[in-house]
Structures are given as structure tokens and as C-alpha cells.
T-cell receptor, first 114, second 110 residues
């Protein structure tokens, strides 16, 4: 069973606020990801990491930033939230970067920016 | 650019019948294809996968078919059960990253 956690599960916040979405995994996976998904749309990769101190931007441009100081922790930060950031954010991890490696997803954070 | 497409946003089938979910991709560099299943308020979970060197992979009630020439794959669920009701995501993977479709919501009616 996969152990990957995201907090908060739901967040309603005003424009201009700084927010951090937490993601932790206890599987010791090197690779971690952040996806953004709007209803009825595909999952868009916004950030990924191959390991500690390694972070890369994904396919979808995002104003968010990430950090990877510890293997198990991959937080995502929005310095100034805007209504356009309203979406679902899914964190995932995988053991390696091989094509066949399945990703384990957290339950997601639903963000609403007013 | 949407490299993985699931053109049917929803599908409804009767319990016991076959469910067929379809997925098309555009990039021939993908070498692995995966299906994930997502229940409400949960993250997607891995269901079944297939390598690009194969054309079929079966796991119990779930079978994935790959047609490389058509850049098309499908997931067959036989027989369908009410517990299969979920959103199914198709993913195409290369060593650099995976790309996901928009999902198909399957409803299996008792």
C-alpha cells in the first residue's frame, strides 16, 4: 500500500495570500511530482524532482515553486494566490524514473482562491 | 499540446457487461502505457500497464490492448461491476515523463 499524504485536503483562501501545499511520502521514493488538474481536463505536470536538492519545472507553466530538502517531503508554494490558481493539485512519487514505473498519488488538495 | 486523449468523458454500462475505455496518443516515443483508476476524494491508483513491445496484457477482469500503428489503446473490463465505477486515466510514459489523459468517468449500473 502506498503511503503518500497531502495536506490540506481542501483550502479556501483570499487573493494575495501565501500558501504552501504539503506532500510527504514514506516509501523512500526518489522521484516526486506535482500535477495540476482542472475538472474534465488532463493532469498537467507542473514540477518534479529526481531527488534531494533536485527540482525541475514540468510541462505546464506555473507560478508556484517547490523545494526538496528531504527525500520524503516535496512542498509546493504559491507566494501570492490568485483566482486563476483555483484547481486540484495532486502529488505523486515513484521509485525510479523508468517508463514502467508506476506513480503513487496522494489524495490531492482542492484549492479555491477567492 | 495534448499528447494523450481520452475522447469519451463518460461511459455508462450495465453490470455484467463489458466496459471499453479508449485512449489515443500522438507521440511514438512513448514506450509504456498505464491505466489509473480514481475514486472521488482519492488520488489515482495504478490499475494495469502494457509495454510498447506487447499488444495485450491481462490481469483478471482487466485487459489492455495496444495498437501501435493506430497509436491507440483500450481498457476492457469484463464483467463490469458497480465497484468499477470511477474515473479512469490513461497515461503514456517515456523515460523522461508520463503524460495523462483527461479521464473517462465509468458508471456501472446494477
Amino acid at each position: 500500500e502506498a503511503d503518500i499524504y497531502q495536506t490540506p485536503r481542501y483550502l479556501v483562501i483570499g487573493t494575495g495570500k501565501k500558501i504552501t501545499l504539503e506532500c510527504s511520502q514514506t516509501m523512500g521514493h526518489d522521484k516526486m511530482y506535482w500535477y495540476q488538474q482542472d475538472p474534465g481536463m488532463e493532469l498537467h505536470l507542473i514540477h518534479y524532482s529526481y531527488g534531494v536538492n533536485s527540482t525541475e519545472k514540468g510541462d505546464l507553466s506555473s507560478e508556484s515553486t517547490v523545494s526538496r530538502i528531504r527525500t520524503e517531503h516535496f512542498p509546493l508554494t504559491l507566494e501570492s494566490a490568485r483566482p486563476s490558481h483555483t484547481s486540484q493539485y495532486l502529488c505523486a512519487s515513484s521509485e525510479s524514473r523508468q517508463s514502467q514505473e508506476t506513480q503513487y498519488f496522494g489524495p490531492g488538495t482542492r484549492l479555491l482562491v477567492l | 499540446d495534448q499528447q494523450v486523449k481520452q475522447n469519451s468523458p463518460s461511459l455508462s454500462v450495465q453490470e455484467g457487461r463489458i466496459s471499453i475505455l479508449n485512449c489515443d496518443y500522438t507521440n511514438s516515443m512513448f514506450d509504456y502505457f498505464l491505466w489509473y483508476k480514481k475514486y472521488p476524494a482519492e488520488g489515482p491508483t495504478f490499475l494495469i500497464s502494457i509495454s510498447s513491445i506487447k499488444d495485450k496484457n491481462e490481469d483478471g477482469r482487466f485487459t489492455v490492448f495496444l495498437n501501435k500503428s493506430a497509436k491507440h489503446l483500450s481498457l476492457h473490463i469484463v464483467p463490469s461491476q458497480p465497484g468499477d465505477s470511477a474515473v479512469y486515466f490513461c497515461a503514456a510514459s517515456s523515460p523522461s515523463r508520463a503524460r495523462f489523459g483527461a479521464g473517462t468517468r465509468l458508471t456501472v449500473k446494477p
